[in-house]
């Protein structure tokens, strides 16, 4: 019987250590699932450490980025400032030259009333020229006119004359 006793003994012991081995596996791996837990928290918060780093990173690397965008804006502004200077330049030499233009337009159109009151005052001339060349055609018609009757009856009378003469003689 004692090695039954010795059996069961070792039996119970068997089955005791398998499980306290059981229970202290179970223990361990709850140990380890906790502290792979932790450590995977821990992970994490050391990468979204290292994430908020990098974001801080980019930003101001964007900060800086909006900075010489802003200044190239500020040169792009002062260009057209510049170009908005060049305009009113601009502006006002038109406005010197649109007076100047202006001014002309008024001594062309004193020179064209002049030039107007020149040709009306030709015209004048030319019309009392032509009335007294018509005058003299007109003198000159009523002479031939004349010059014809006379040519005409002077050859009328010539004629009678002649008849007369040459029935008589």
């Keep these: 019987m004692m090695e039954t006793t010795k059996e069961i003994d070792k039996e119970l012991i068997r089955k005791l250590i398998k499980e306290e081995l059981e229970a202290f596996s179970i223990k361990k791996d709850k140990e380890l699932k906790e502290f792979s837990i932790l450590e995977r ?4 918060e050391e990468e979204l450490k290292a994430q908020r780093e990098l974001f801080l990173e980019r930003f101001i690397a964007i900060d800086k980025r909006f900075e010489t965008v802003d200044k190239r804006f500020e040169a792009v502004d002062k260009r057209f ?21 202006e001014e002309l337009i008024g001594y062309m159109n004193k020179r064209f009333e002049a030039v107007d009151k020149r040709f009306e005052e030709l015209i004048g001339y030319m019309n009392k020229r032509f009335e007294t060349v018509d005058k003299r055609f007109d003198d000159m018609n009523k002479r031939f006119v004349q ?14 004359l002649i008849t007369v003469y040459r029935f008589f003689v």
């Design 41 to 44: 928290i821990i992970r994490v």
């Design 147 to 160: 010059l014809t009757w006379f040519i005409g009856f002077t050859t009328a009378l010539i004629t009678t």
């Design 81 to 101: 400032e510049a170009v908005d200077k060049r305009f009113e330049a601009i502006d006002k030499r038109f406005e010197a030259v649109d007076k100047r233009f």
